[in-house]
């Protein structure tokens, strides 16, 4: 695919974009709030700042500490592309930085943007490869980094067999990457990078600091009534019902708290019907009430309370892992020294977790069935609970100082 089809498919696909952002909001009404700025229009309006591009909350919690440092001489324009990442960034930093919404990737918006904001350097985090958005930095002669930036093998065998044309054209306009690990940094020079131009820094998502919120671990711990928690994060579309069909089963699990947590806010109600149908006593946090001593099933509906369930759980499960997604961050639950268990499919975080599950951190299950039993054993036996949190600990410390490595590099 060359540049200019890429663009004249934008434009076709222009109504499709609308509408898309239409229907989220019928599940989660921020997706109506300002919509401008989809488009490339804005109100508050500030030039040549440094604009570091974070896709969502986990981008954006990962870049905190590079943002950190920024901040002690630098205003910056901070965007994202969801709801969840907006309200993250806002409560962050308030008016500390510019804030906004990314544009679509079709050109008109990222010019328009682009001669708006004129920034003077531009940070992408991770995966956000956008063709029109680097072409049009690089055009403008503004500076491109793509840091923490990793590349999965499924990823990269998709992006060659229909991409490759104008991904070896974007990668080569981008003027430092910085990679995760090298397999990343081998699989971004296959795909056109110039090799000169990545190096390997490490994951900064290593160096976040977790804060804990006392107050809402507080209303958090209403519910709980001195039970075992199990947290079950970032969960997705049939994962909960594979869980629960688990759950159900297990006279064990039926005394502990299970905490369902689904990635994605406009699932939130549906979740909690599907507990309700499943039979278990369930609340959402939202309700605030006092825990009750039969509750079975708490949902996470709440935005940027997942450090506090995790810091409260005995076990966690990170989801994504037993439906093909790939899996999710699991830096968190061990940075606050917690035993984590794993499905199967992990390739978006392939290294880490197999580093994870190596260095005696993490243990891996093939079914949800599995899950429960290893749940059982686990909550069944602290010493096993206690030798996974400290390997999990140990491992996340290690890795620690990439940020300072790579602010030396891109400042």
């Known amino acids: 695919m060359s540049l200019k089809f890429y663009q004249i498919l934008g434009f076709l696909i222009l109504p499709l974009v609308f509408i898309r952002i239409l229907f989220k909001g019928f599940k989660n009404n921020a997706y109506w709030k300002r919509i401008p700025e989809r488009f490339g229009f804005y109100s508050h309006i500030e030039k040549n700042l440094i604009w570091i591009h974070c896709v969502s909350v ?61 920034p003077k350097k531009c940070i992408l985090l991770e995966t956000e490869i956008w063709p029109n958005i680097i072409h049009e930095l690089s055009k403008n002669k503004i500076p491109i980094n793509l840091i923490n930036a990793r590349l999965s093998q499924k ?82 579309n049939d994962e909960e019902r594979q869980i629960f069909e688990a759950i159900k089963k297990s006279s064990y699990l039926k005394n502990t708290l299970k905490i369902i947590i689904p990635r994605h806010p406009e699932r939130f109600n549906e979740v909690y019907r599907l507990a309700k149908k499943y039979g278990f006593s369930t609340a959402k946090r939202s309700e605030k009430i006092t825990g009750k001593s039969n509750l079975e099933v708490l949902i996470g509906d709440t935005m940027g309370e997942l450090p506090e369930y995790l810091y409260l759980a005995d076990v966690v499960f990170m989801g994504g892992s037993l439906v093909k997604r790939g899996g999710h961050n699991m830096i968190e639950p061990a940075l606050l020294e917690k035993p984590i268990v794993l499905g199967l499919n992990v390739f978006n975080f392939a290294q880490i977790s197999e580093e994870l599950i190596n260095s005696g951190g993490a243990t891996q299950v093939d079914s949800a069935n599995a899950l429960v039993a290893k749940i059982e054993s686990l909550l069944d036996n602290p010493k096993e609970r206690e030798d996974l949190s400290k390997n999990a600990y140990q491992y996340a410390k290690k890795l620690q100082g990439s940020t300072n490595k790579l602010f030396k590099i891109i400042k």
Not at 61 to 66: N, S, V
Not at 74 to 84: D, H, S
Not at 91 to 96: D, E, P, S, T, V
Not at 191 to 218: C, H, M, P, Y
């Open 58 to 118: 986990g981008e954006f919690m990962a870049a905190k500490p590079l943002i950190n440092k920024y901040l002690e001489t630098e205003k910056l324009l901070i965007t994202c592309y969801t709801p969840t990442g907006y309200e993250a960034i806002s409560q962050a930093y308030g008016n500390k930085v510019v804030q906004a919404y990314c544009p679509v990737d079709i050109k008109p918006f990222v010019t328009h943007f682009i001669k708006t904001y004129k």
């Open 155 to 236: 990823s990269f065998k998709s992006y060659r067999k229909f991409l490759s044309n104008i991904l070896d054209k974007t990668l080569k306009k981008i003027d430092l990457i910085a990679a995760q690990n090298e397999d990343s940094k081998k699989r971004l020079v296959l795909l056109g990078a110039k090799e000169s131009n990545v190096v390997v820094t490490g994951n900064i998502k290593f160096d976040q600091k977790i804060d804990i919120n006392q107050s809402q671990l507080s209303e958090i711990k209403n519910f709980i009534q001195h039970k075992q928690v199990v947290v079950f994060a970032s969960t997705h």
